[in-house]
């Protein structure tokens, strides 16, 4: 009979992290996805000193977007040579890497698998820069008839996807202005806020030699609107948002920590998962009671927080996620970091490159670096859909205290916080308060303002500014007082959407 498991058998540890930028002078010769993702699970094993690819009984490819395959997951295989028992193609959502890794190492824990990979990566800004020359990609086959990944936007109320806010750049910005009049800001001290944030991203970005941009950026650069950084959607400028034109990938090999003291591994090799916790947003933004905070970010970090002792002070290094500002705006706050801390160990999503739901596995590589380098404990905070998934880690240089907690939800927590959300009003009339709001742009020109209001009974709806309401639109954008909480008229325009305006 064989032994019982031993401690040793059943602790995961990160070993192996492997990563790629491919910068190609001709988008013909770049690299697609899958040959992005195997070269990362190559340099992975390498990284280890240990030969685990053909020891793998668990593979997780995180979604990508910029090439269709069919079946990513048997030509991933074939390129590879790997034979994993388990092998997933993961949903859309920008914590996926964080709930992979944690998801792996509880496998690990329960004895179901003892050598497990992660690997994503995007190849967006050759098959941009290739459709832009009219060149044709000499990649695998376009498969245009497998299945595309869900849109987000397919989630959202009809009046929400009739005004525009069917991707995360329309809507985090209801977030920014809405937390900014919460915490009594000025537009413009928010603006600053947000400026001085991903200052701090771009030096790390500077430093990170996988990042894509590979610069220094000052406040007034980022936020200040020209040709070159135009306004996306109030009060985000083009260096505000996510980069998604690059050609990355990321992955990560976890074994036991018995297997990696077999092999001879050094421990200040290893990385140890102490633990995490996931929870979710309504899908629909106007399923929700509020957007100066949400629920579910908080029950997460709140639950990372009591890993670290309750003290934020007992990382020494965070990454938040930083689709948008207002999403580690937010985060800061509900950690209790000061409002100059840098928290990245990666450069961001604008500048280390946002290759969209895989960006956090790069931030994984990064926090595996750091603890290797004398860190001690890390935090991974990632963030999908829009404000809607929501998934913390704790990474430690040295073994947990306690079993890792198979537990991981704390959707209980998020939803006991939940308030009463507002009735929805499609038909609404009369006068209309702010709520929170948002202005579109085209590269050239304003598209249309978006306003959700609450009416004089409590209900919520949503509503349009015209492109030519020159006065409400100055009065949405106005630097120095915040539109939140101002009342105007609703009407109907002759599109059939409702209209508001500033009131006299």
């Known amino acids: 009979m064989a032994p019982p498991p031993t401690s040793a058998d059943r602790t995961p540890v990160i070993v192996g992290i492997g990563e790629i930028s491919d910068r190609p002078t001709d988008p013909t010769t770049g690299l697609e996805p899958l040959a992005l993702m195997a070269t990362a699970l190559r340099r992975a094993e390498r990284d280890a000193g240990m030969p685990l690819l053909a020891a793998l009984d668990s593979l997780d490819i995180i979604n990508f977007a910029s090439w269709r395959y069919r079946d990513p997951l048997a030509q991933l295989r074939a390129r590879t040579g790997i034979a994993p028992r388990r092998a997933v193609y993961g949903p859309v959502g920008g914590e996926t890497p964080v709930r992979f890794i944690h998801e792996a190492a509880l496998r690990i824990a329960r004895g179901e698998s003892e050598v497990a990979a992660i690997c994503g990566g995007e190849a967006q800004s050759s098959v941009t820069r290739a459709k832009r020359a009219g060149l044709a990609l000499p990649w695998t086959a376009l498969a245009d008839d497998a299945p595309a990944a869900p849109r987000s936007g397919s989630s959202q109320h009809p009046m929400a996807a009739a005004l525009g806010l069917t991707k995360p750049v329309a809507v985090y910005p209801l977030y920014d202005n809405a937390t900014a009049a919460h915490w009594g800001q000025t537009p413009r001290e928010a603006l600053a806020e947000s400026g001085a944030l991903w200052a701090r991203y771009a030096e790390v970005a500077a430093r990170n030699p996988q990042s894509w941009m590979k610069r220094s950026c000052d406040t007034r650069t980022i936020v200040t609107p020209t040709p070159d950084n135009r306004l996306i959607a109030w009060p985000y400028t083009k260096l505000m948002v996510a980069n998604p034109q690059v050609n990355q990938a990321a992955a990560l090999v976890l074994t036991t920590l018995a297997r990696a003291r077999a092999a001879g591994l050094a421990e200040e090799r290893m990385v140890h998962v102490w633990g995490g916790a996931t929870a979710d947003e309504p899908r629909d933004l106007l399923a929700r009671d509020q957007f100066v905070e949400s629920h579910a970010q908080n029950a997460v970090l709140d639950a990372a927080l009591t890993l670290a002792g309750g003290d934020a ?192």
């Open 313 to 504: 002070s007992a990382f020494d290094a965070i990454e938040l996620y930083s689709c948008f500002p207002c999403v580690p705006k937010m985060a800061r706050r509900r950690l209790g970091l000061d409002a100059g801390a840098t928290p990245t160990v990666t450069g961001g999503l604008t500048f280390f490159g946002a290759p969209l739901n895989a960006y956090m596995a790069h931030a994984v590589c990064a926090m595996v670096r750091h603890l290797r380098d004398g860190g001690r404990l890390g935090l991974l905070y990632g963030q999908g859909g829009y404000m809607t998934q929501h998934h913390a880690l704790v990474l430690a240089a040295r073994p947990p205290d306690a079993p890792l907690a198979q537990d991981v939800s704390v959707q209980h927590a998020a939803d006991a916080r939940r308030g009463a959300v507002p009735p929805i009003a499609p038909e609404a009339t009369g006068e209309g308060r702010v709520e929170t709001f948002t202005v579109l742009y085209d590269r050239t020109s304003v598209r249309h303002g978006v306003v959700v209001l609450r009416t004089a009974d409590g209900a919520r709806t949503l509503a349009k500014v015209a492109p030519d309401d020159a006065a409400t639109l100055a009065r949405l954008t106005d630097l120095e007082r915040s539109a939140v909480g101002v009342s105007g008229p609703i009407g109907r325009g002759d599109d059939g959407l409702l209209r508001w305006r500033i009131g006299a």
